[in-house]
């Protein structure tokens, strides 16, 4: 059964940083893109990266520009997100999910309805 289980978030104050990992069972991850979402209470789902199945491209939402960054290691069968200098508006639950498309990974703004089989998220919380 084809599953991704995001983990690595938690509780942290304003400059810190965090590493998310996203970990695929049930297929081989370097075959596919992956990306990364991030919800916060009471609103819309929100792309923050994206990375190709190779890792030589990566795209990123201008609010994490500079601060986050995306990569893989295929051997592991896993995805990365490094923040860095972490913000209170950083604060949401993290998905990482697959695009349907290649294309929906290398979008101006990633949009959730182009992605699916979504992992159980990780709260990152980020104090003031």
């Known amino acids: 059964q084809l599953q991704l289980v995001e983990s690595g978030g938690g509780l942290v104050q304003t400059g810190r940083s965090l590493r998310l990992s996203c970990v695929a069972s049930?297929?081989?991850?370097?075959?596919?893109?992956i990306g990364w979402f991030r919800q916060a209470p009471g609103k819309e789902r929100e792309g923050v990266s994206c990375?190709?199945?190779?890792?030589?491209?990566?795209n990123y939402a201008d609010s994490v520009k500079g601060r986050f960054t995306i990569s893989r290691d295929n051997a592991k069968n896993a995805v990365y997100l490094q923040m860095n200098m972490l913000e209170p508006e950083d604060t949401a639950v993290y998905y990482c999910?697959?695009?349907?498309?290649?294309?929906?990974?290398?979008?101006?703004?990633?949009?959730?309805?182009?992605?699916?089989?979504w992992g159980q998220g990780t709260q990152v919380t980020v104090s003031k």
């Open positions: 990375i190709s199945s190779r890792g030589d491209r990566t």
């Open positions: 049930g297929f081989i991850l370097d075959h596919y893109p």
């Open positions: 999910a697959l695009p349907r498309t290649a294309n929906a990974c290398y979008a101006m703004g990633l949009k959730a309805t182009d992605f699916g089989s």
